[in-house]
């Protein structure tokens, strides 16, 4: 069935756990994550980010559609939530579609003018229902992005700001930045969970781990038992799609169109890592 975000993520943190949020760009991504959060018996958030908004031509009642579709069909709880979101106007457009929340994203701002930003959309939020996530500090690494240093100084989360900032802006969720980075293809990142225990003892919201797919598993573990509660995985989806399709493609298929032939194993692939992920939650 299709539940709310701010449930799963406070049934998680009750219960000391983490929750998964897998992004969707396909609908075979949607049909994936549900698939393998059946396999695990665990519930998921489906997430579609706005860049997937704009390569979807900026028709967001499509994809959300699609998704929302999915996630009512399954035997496991999934909740849609709107990803990395710069932009008012799409911010605005979250409600009609299913979506009960939001991650606002204004990290690139200056301090000040993330929390009055973020103040705003908070209020227009908590108006109707919707469950906010909002980012301090600069997790870096998203597309059209130039790669950043997660070690440099003024990236990571301040606990004394976070508390600041949260408390100012009223969210419901704080992504902080931790060691992680978006977009990588290797599990090397290596998170600071001194900090991430400082962050939970500093704000009274759940944590966000952002660029999970570059987290080692036991990272995550550990993360995960110092305190943060929303995993966002996108990357290790990319990674297990377009293997899938390479591999099948240049394995003695030179003649197929079929996109299903492909699509399948990409699908077959992407469930696979959400299982996984999920697995390592649950342990
Ligand atoms: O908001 C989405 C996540 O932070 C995904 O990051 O693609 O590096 O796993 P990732
Ligand atoms: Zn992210």
């Given at each position: 069935p299709l539940v709310s975000t701010g449930e799963l993520v406070t049934k998680a943190r009750a219960k000391g756990r983490g929750i998964a949020a897998f992004n969707v760009i396909t609908l075979e991504h949607a049909e994936a994550i549900a698939l393998g959060a059946e396999r695990a018996g665990s519930p998921a958030i489906l997430q579609i980010s706005e860049n997937a908004v704009k390569f979807h031509g900026g028709r967001l009642s499509a994809v959300a559609a699609a998704a929302a579709a999915v996630a009512r069909a399954s035997s496991v709880p999934l909740s849609l939530h709107l990803d990395h979101v710069e932009s008012v106007e799409l911010l605005r457009a979250a409600h009609p579609e299913g979506f009960s929340s939001v991650m606002f994203d204004a990290s690139k701002l200056s301090y000040a003018d993330n929390v009055k930003a973020t103040a705003e959309a908070v209020r227009w939020a908590?108006?109707?229902?919707?469950?906010?996530?909002?980012?301090?500090?600069?997790?870096?690494?998203?597309?059209?992005?130039?790669?950043?240093d997660a070690h440099a100084p003024g990236v990571r989360t301040d606990p004394a700001e976070a508390a600041a900032y949260v408390?100012?802006?009223?969210?419901?969720?704080?992504?902080?930045?931790?060691?992680?980075?978006?977009?990588?293809?290797e599990r090397t990142a290596v998170l600071d969970h001194t900090l991430i225990a400082a962050l939970r003892d500093a704000v009274p919201v759940p944590l966000v781990l952002h660029g999970s797919s570059g987290v080692p598993d036991e990272e995550i573990r550990r993360a995960v038992?110092?305190?943060m509660v929303k995993i966002n995985v996108g990357t290790a989806l990319s990674t297990a799609f377009t293997g899938a399709v390479r591999g099948y493609l240049e394995a003695a298929h030179p003649t197929v169109v079929d996109p299903r032939k492909y699509l399948a194993p990409a699908r077959e692939a992407m469930a696979g890592t959400v299982e996984r992920f999920l697995g390592v939650l649950r342990a």
């Amino acid at each position: 069935p299709l539940v709310s975000t701010g449930e799963l993520v406070t049934k998680a943190r009750a219960k000391g756990r983490g929750i998964a949020a897998f992004n969707v760009i396909t609908l075979e991504h949607a049909e994936a994550i549900a698939l393998g959060a059946e396999r695990a018996g665990s519930p998921a958030i489906l997430q579609i980010s706005e860049n997937a908004v704009k390569f979807h031509g900026g028709r967001l009642s499509a994809v959300a559609a699609a998704a929302a579709a999915v996630a009512r069909a399954s035997s496991v709880p999934l909740s849609l939530h709107l990803d990395h979101v710069e932009s008012v106007e799409l911010l605005r457009a979250a409600h009609p579609e299913g979506f009960s929340s939001v991650m606002f994203d204004a990290s690139k701002l200056s301090y000040a003018d993330n929390v009055k930003a973020t103040a705003e959309a908070v209020r227009w939020a908590h108006e109707r229902d919707i469950w906010i996530e909002a980012e301090l500090g600069k997790v870096g690494g998203k597309e059209g992005e130039p790669p950043l240093d997660a070690h440099a100084p003024g990236v990571r989360t301040d606990p004394a700001e976070a508390a600041a900032y949260v408390r100012d802006t009223g969210v419901d969720a704080l992504a902080v930045a931790v060691g992680s980075s978006h977009a990588m293809t290797e599990r090397t990142a290596v998170l600071d969970h001194t900090l991430i225990a400082a962050l939970r003892d500093a704000v009274p919201v759940p944590l966000v781990l952002h660029g999970s797919s570059g987290v080692p598993d036991e990272e995550i573990r550990r993360a995960v038992a110092s305190g943060m509660v929303k995993i966002n995985v996108g990357t290790a989806l990319s990674t297990a799609f377009t293997g899938a399709v390479r591999g099948y493609l240049e394995a003695a298929h030179p003649t197929v169109v079929d996109p299903r032939k492909y699509l399948a194993p990409a699908r077959e692939a992407m469930a696979g890592t959400v299982e996984r992920f999920l697995g390592v939650l649950r342990a």
